[in-house]
């Protein structure tokens, strides 16, 4: 990938987390009434699943690949640190396409944020970022994320992961 690749796809998931920040901050203004409520929290669109774009599932389709191709080394305790920064960085790319190219409608959107934030954060683990925590936890996020998007979007064929 080349730097200027590299550069969008941080600038995107910057984007992302300061939009997930002020959502998060917005959504704590509001309910600061309510002690200890989970201010995101998925939710079907009126008992449907969101409605999804090409982009989308292109890129959720590309990481499930990727994570079901390496599962059983994760399970068996074989991935290498380098083969986790290898696995961090296909999906980071993809969840980088998903940002700059999916278009969804605005309650769809904020719902897809919590789904990337998750990813976004076993991405991290996986890079070995997080101290004192297993990069197998990380690919146990990713994998935890795609269960969650398969549940919540509409993907037509969508298969989750086979253990």
Known sequence: MSATNRIWI???AAGLALGLAATGVAAAEKD???????TVKLTLDNGK???????????????????QASLHEIHE???????????????GTEVG???????????????????VAEMLEGIEVMEGKAKKVK??????????????????FDHPNWQPIKE
Do not use: F, S
């Not at 600061?32 to 989970?38: T, V, Y």
């Not at 940002?99 to 897809?112: F, I, S, Y």
């Open 97 to 115: 396409g998903i940002v700059a190219e999916c278009k969804l409608e605005p309650k769809a959107d904020a719902q897809l944020h919590v789904v």
């Open 49 to 67: 699943k969101w409605a999804t774009d090409e982009a989308l599932r292109k890129g959720m389709g590309n990481i499930r690949t990727e994570m």
């Open 135 to 152: 990069r197998q936890a990380g690919a146990v996020k990713v994998v935890a994320a795609l269960e969650k998007y398969g549940n919540y």
């Open 10 to 12: 941080m600038i995107a």
């Open 32 to 38: 600061a009434h309510k002690h200890g409520a989970d």
């Open 77 to 91: 305790g074989k991935l290498t640190a380098a083969k986790y920064n290898e696995l961090a960085k296909k999906v």
